[in-house]
Each structure stands twice: as structure tokens, then as C-alpha cells.
């Protein structure tokens, strides 16, 4: 079975950094790019941050962009996001994902975690 695991979200003071987590379980995890996504209450989803599963290329949205970093642990089949400097405009629901084919902001991702909320107070 297939299995993304978020964990790391929670309540932060604007300012304030949190680490996300991903763990993987039900595929090969260094064959999948792994995206982060985010979604807030009345908006669309929208792309975060990825890593190509080819050559380890990363990507960012230009609102996290010198402030999230995304980073795999392929040992420990786990990806993660630490997010730094955070604002309440990043406060949303925080979904990872995982596609063999796709590693950029946009499209469809095959596998998608349950998702953990992330809150930033001002």
C-alpha cells in the first residue's frame, strides 16, 4: 500500500521556522520526484516546492523562495521541508506528493499524503 506521511506542521509565530516531513512506504521513493504543496481556505492549490527524481534539481515558488528548502533523505525513503522566515500568508494545509514523470509546481502527481496544517500567527 501507499503510504505519504506528513508531520511537522503546527502553530508558529510570524518569523518562525517549522520542518515538515514526508515519510514514503509502497513504492520505490528514489524513482518519484517529490512536490510540496499547499492549500488555504478559499484559494487553490498551489506548488511550493519540488525535487526531480533525474538529477536532483529543485524547484520553488517565488513566495518561498530563499526561505523553504526541500531535501530528501533516500535512505530513509522521507522528504522534507523546512520553511524559514514564515509569514501568515504561508498558513495553509501542507500536502507532499510524488509522481514518477512530473517534478515541477504544476500538474498532476500520482501519490499525495494527507496532508498537515500549518499556521502562522502575525
Known amino acids: 500500500e501507499v503510504q505519504l506521511v506528513e508531520s511537522g506542521g503546527g502553530l508558529v509565530q510570524a518569523g518562525g521556522s517549522l520542518r515538515l516531513s514526508c515519510a514514503a512506504s509502497?513504492?520505490?521513493?528514489?524513482?518519484?520526484?517529490i512536490g510540496w504543496f499547499r492549500q488555504a481556505p478559499g484559494k487553490e492549490r498551489e506548488g511550493v516546492s519540488s525535487?526531480?527524481?533525474?538529477?536532483?534539481?529543485?524547484y520553488y515558488s517565488d513566495s518561498v523562495k530563499g526561505r523553504f528548502t526541500i531535501s530528501t533523505d533516500n535512505a530513509k525513503n522521507t522528504a522534507f521541508l523546512q520553511m524559514n522566515g514564515l509569514r501568515p500568508e504561508d498558513t495553509a494545509i501542507y500536502y507532499c506528493?510524488?509522481?514518477?514523470?512530473?517534478?515541477?509546481?504544476?500538474?498532476?502527481?500520482?501519490?499525495w499524503g494527507q496532508g498537515t496544517q500549518v499556521t502562522v500567527s502575525s
Open positions: 506528493a510524488a509522481d514518477r514523470h512530473n517534478y515541477g509546481l504544476v500538474g498532476e502527481y500520482e501519490y
Open positions: 509502497g513504492f520505490t521513493f528514489d524513482d518519484y520526484a
Open positions: 525535487v526531480s527524481n533525474s538529477d536532483g534539481r529543485t
